[in-house]
C-alpha cells in the first residue's frame, strides 16, 4: 500500500457524521433505507458503473479522536478488500484538539492494520489485499509534516507486526536459539547490536533464577542483550525488559490442557520489546535504548526446578519456588538486574504475560501497571492515550510486599496463602530487583493475545503494546 500526496484514486471516501447531512444521491440513498447513520467506522459503498465512492461514518464531528479514526480507517481497509478497491482519494480534515499529524497517522495505521493476516500455515490465503494506492488531500503548508507522520507510523506498524508474527508463531518453531536469532535478523541491519548469551555465559553472570526455570527444557536457554545509541552524546538509557518463556507448561505445576494451548504466547513481552526497537531503529530516534530478554522454555524433566526449591538470583537474594508456573518473574529478576547493574539504565520497563489475575482483573482490553516512580508513570499514561493501548496501575502499597517474603529463603515466588492480589504481588516481587531505578510493570497477559477481532485489533497477538513503548521513549 502506497501513500501519497494530491489529488488521484478511482473511489473517492467521504466521511459521514452523525445528526449531518449531505447533498449526494448516494447517501440519501443509503440514509433513507438505513444503510448508514454517521456512526464510527460504518461503511457504505456505492460502487458501479456511476458511483465510484466509500462513505465512512466518524460520529460526532465534535468527538472524533485518533481511536476513532483509527477503527473507521480499518473498516475503509477492510471494505476496500471487499470490493477489491484499488486505490482511494482521502480529504483529511483538521479536528479541533487534534494534532493533525497524529490524525493523518491514527488513519493511515488504521489502513495499515486491515491488511494484517497471519496466515503463514494456511495452504489458502483468506486475505487478499487489494488497495495499491491511497491519495491523501492534506491541510496547504502541511505535506512534510504529513509525509514525516506517514513514514513513523509505517515504521511503527512494522514493529507492531513482527511482534505479532513472533508471538503468532507455534513452539516447535519457536524457542530461545530461534528468538535470538529472530531479533538479529530483524534488528542488526537497522544498526541494532544483538549480543546473545549461552548457558556458560548466564550461569558466570549469576542469573541462577533464570537457569533454574529453564533446566527442564531439552532447548538451551539464551540470554539476549539488544543496544540502540540513537543518541552516543547522551548518557540516559532507557532499558525495555521483556519476559521470554518461548513455552510454558507450568512445569511440575502443570497447567490444565486448555491453558496450555496458547502459551507459545509467553514470550510476547519480548516479541514486544524486538517489535518496539524495530520501530525505534527505521525511525532514527535519537534515544539510547537497550531491549533485554532472559529466553528459555519451563518444562518437565528429571532434572526440572520443582515446589520447595530455595534458588538464588544475579541480586543475591535468594527464593522460594511456591509454584513453578510462577516461573516469568524468576527470570526476569534477574534480566532486571543485569538491566540496572550491569546495563545501568536510568529508566526500566519490564513488559510481561505475567498473571492470570491481571486476566481477572482487566480482561483483554487493558494492561495492568505497577511502578516505584510516579512521574515515570505519568509518561507511560501519556504515551499509552496517544497509542490507544488502555493502561491502569494498579496499588503499590507497601503493605502487599509483606505477602510475598519468604519462610526460609528473603522471597516466595507466589503470594501467602489466601492473599489474593496476584497481579500486584507479581508485579512488586519485580521490584526488589530493580536497584532503586524508576520502574514500571505492565502485565500484558490480557491484552498481548485475543481469541477474537475487536476494532482493528486481529484474532491471535495484538502487538500491544509496542506503540505505547514507541511513543513512550520518543517523549523521554
Not at 479541533?96 to 495505521?109: H, P
Request: charged fraction near 25%.
Amino acid at each position: 500500500m502506497e501513500f501519497k500526496i494530491g489529488a488521484g484514486g478511482e473511489t473517492k471516501v467521504i466521511f459521514v457524521y452523525k445528526d449531518e447531512d449531505l447533498i449526494n444521491d448516494a447517501y440519501l440513498y443509503a440514509k433513507d433505507r438505513e444503510l448508514i447513520s454517521g456512526k464510527p467506522a460504518e461503511v457504505y459503498s456505492a460502487i458501479g458503473k456511476n458511483d465510484h465512492v466509500i462513505f465512512l461514518g466518524l460520529g460526532d464531528r465534535n468527538k472524533v479522536s485518533l481511536e476513532v479514526l483509527r477503527k473507521a480507517f480499518h473498516a475503509l481497509g477492510k471494505e476496500a478488500i471487499k470490493y477489491k478497491v484499488k486505490s482511494i482519494a482521502v480529504e483529511i480534515p483538521q479536528f479541533e484538539d487534534l494534532c493533525y499529524g497524529m490524525t493523518v497517522a491514527a488513519a493511515v495505521e488504521g489502513l495499515l492494520q486491515s491488511e494484517y493476516s497471519y496466515e503463514k500455515f494456511l495452504t489458502e490465503k483468506k486475505l487478499k489485499p487489494a488497495l495499491e494506492e491511497v491519495f491523501l488531500t492534506v491541510a496547504k503548508d502541511r505535506e512534510d509534516l504529513v509525509t514525516d507522520s506517514i513514514r513513523e507510523i509505517q515504521n511503527i506498524a512494522a514493529g507492531i507486526f513482527t511482534a505479532r508474527d513472533l508471538v503468532n508463531e507455534p513452539a516447535i518453531n519457536m524457542y530461545p536459539e530461534v528468538l535470538a536469532n529472530s531479533a538479529k535478523e530483524e534488528l542488526t541491519a537497522l544498526g541494532v547490536k544483538v549480543e546473545v548469551f549461552g548457558k556458560e555465559k548466564i550461569a558466570e553472570l549469576g542469573m541462577e533464577a533464570f537457569l533454574a526455570v529453564g533446566r527442564g527444557s531439552a532447548k538451551e536457554p539464551r540470554f539476549i542483550v539488544m543496544s540502540y545509541a540513537g543518541n552516543p552524546e547522551a548518557k540516559e538509557k532507557i532499558a525495555l525488559v521483556g519476559k521470554g518463556i518461548t513455552y510454558d507448561s507450568g512445569g511440575y505445576c502443570l497447567k490444565p490442557a486448555g491453558s496450555m494451548k496458547t502459551m507459545h504466547t509467553d514470550m510476547a513481552g519480548s516479541a514486544s520489546v524486538i517489535g518496539v526497537l524495530k520501530a525505534i531503529a527505521k525511525s532514527k530516534l535519537k534515544k539510547n535504548v537497550v531491549g533485554i530478554v532472559a529466553a528459555c522454555e519451563n518444562m518437565i524433566s528429571g532434572d526440572a526446578y520443582k515446589t520447595g526449591d530455595i534458588i538464588g538470583s544475579m541480586s543475591g537474594k535468594t527464593i522460594e519456588v511456591g509454584n513453578t508456573d510462577a516461573e516469568g518473574r524468576l527470570t526476569l529478576a534477574d534480566a532486571l538486574w543485569y538491566a540496572t547493574t550491569v546495563e545501568k539504565a536510568d529508566k526500566v520497563v519490564d513488559i510481561a504475560t505475567l498473571t492470570g489475575a491481571c486476566i481477572v482483573a482487566l480482561g483483554n482490553i487493558t494492561t495492568g501497571a505497577v511502578t516505584n516512580n510516579e512521574a515515570f508513570m505519568k509518561d507511560l499514561k501519556e504515551a499509552s492515550s496517544m497509542a490507544g493501548e488502555n493502561v491502569w496501575e494498579l496499588p503499590g502499597f507497601e503493605e502487599y510486599k509483606e505477602l510475598y517474603k519468604g519462610t526460609f529463603a528473603d522471597l516466595s515466588n507466589i503470594g501467602k496463602d489466601g492473599a489474593g492480589a496476584g497481579a500486584i504481588i507479581a508485579g512488586l516481587f519485580l521490584s526488589e530487583f530493580v536497584n532503586g531505578t524508576p520502574w514500571i510493570h505492565l502485565d500484558i497477559a490480557g491484552t498481548s493475545y485475543t481469541s477474537s477481532e475487536y476494532g482493528y485489533m486481529p484474532k491471535g497477538a495484538t502487538g500491544v503494546p509496542v506503540k505505547t513503548l514507541y511513543y513512550l521513549v520518543k517523549g523521554l
